[in-house]
């Protein structure tokens, strides 16, 4: 019997440290990156279909567009096949959390299911955030996005916050190609150190000064976030303006999150297990 639709989690993509290493002659950024993801994200669904069509739901889906533009939409024709795509959208958009990477990597693992074949997607077409969200599992990504490998890491336990300000990422990096920066280096030459909480502590995000300086908020939050009782880090995502705090337990995580959420209902504010 072959499935009608597939339903795909499409988790929430969290860049723990992000250094520009270099820069291609194209323009493209090299990275280090020690990325996981969270148990909080969007719901994408894929049924075959006599032509495409994509139908957004969910909290956060206004504004997200529901044709060609969106990435799951250039997902599924990059797949070749027509499906009909539902997502559920439960996380803000230009975030820094890969949110349409992620929702796009999810299309395609769903239609691999769907087909019964590998996607044949050059995913780093798709976005640079592509290949590491197909792997949806805690990895260390280089290049501009296309080296990604996997990292048998321990969970962490996380606050997620968004003040709600979306975030142009070449924008953020223009800004960032104007200012002196810290020499660019590498994480680390092995993957060792990448377990511990405090070895994290002591990376860093080069687009955290930048995205500051394009949106000003990231800099209240990321105070706010570092205030909590428990918060061992906080840290911007990706060129943000989501940032995360880390924490040693889900119930600190939990309890930091109840805390923030009523001092700020205006931010979008959720407790994660980061994997
Ligand atoms: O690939 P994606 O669409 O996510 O990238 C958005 C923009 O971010 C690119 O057009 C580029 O300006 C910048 N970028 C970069 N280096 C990367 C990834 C993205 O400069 N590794």
């Known amino acids: 019997m072959t499935a009608q639709a597939i339903e795909v989690f499409a988790p ?13 002659a194209d323009g493209y950024h090299l990275l280090d990156s020690l990325v996981m993801f969270a ?14 069509s ?17 990435l799951c939409w250039k997902a599924a024709e990059a797949f070749g096949e027509p499906v009909a795509i539902t997502l559920d959208k439960h996380l803000p958009a230009a975030a820094g959390i890969g949110g349409g990477s992620s929702d796009a990597a999810a299309v395609l693992r769903g239609m ?8 044949g997607v050059h995913l780093p077409d798709l976005g640079a955030d592509v290949p590491v969200c197909m792997l949806a599992h805690a990895a260390r990504m280089q290049g501009i996005g296309e080296e990604v490998r996997p990292l048998d890491m321990a969970p962490f336990h996380a606050v997620l916050v968004n003040p709600g300000v ?16 810290a020499p660019m280096t590498s994480m680390a030459e092995t993957d060792v150190p990448l377990m511990a909480l405090d070895w994290i502590a002591r990376q860093r995000n080069d687009l955290q000064p930048p995205a500051i300086m394009v949106k000003p908020v990231i800099a209240e939050v ?15 995502s990706g060129s943000g303006a989501t940032c995360f705090a880390l924490f040693d337990t889900r119930a600190a995580a939990d309890g930091a999150a109840t805390t923030l959420s009523s001092a700020r209902p205006d931010w979008w504010v959720r407790p994660a297990t980061l994997r």
Do not use: W, Y
């Not at 691999?112 to 590998?118: A, D, S, T, Y």
């Not at 979306?166 to 920066?181: I, K, M, Q, Y």
């Not at 990321?222 to 911007?236: F, I, N, P, V, W």
């Open 54 to 70: 994509l139908r957004v739901t969910g909290p956060m889906a206004a504004g997200v567009p529901d044709d060609a533009r969106n």
């Open 12 to 24: 929430a993509k969290i860049n723990l440290t992000l250094h520009v290493t270099g820069q291609r």
């Open 222 to 236: 990321l105070d706010a976030l570092a205030a909590l009782e428990g918060a061992r880090l906080a840290r911007m």
């Open 39 to 52: 148990d909080v994200g969007d719901r994408v669904t894929v049924a075959r279909a006599s032509e495409m």
């Open 166 to 181: 979306e975030v142009s990422t070449p924008a953020v990096f223009r800004v960032l190609g104007r200012r002196d920066n």
């Open 112 to 119: 691999e299911q769907l087909f019964g074949r590998p996607s």
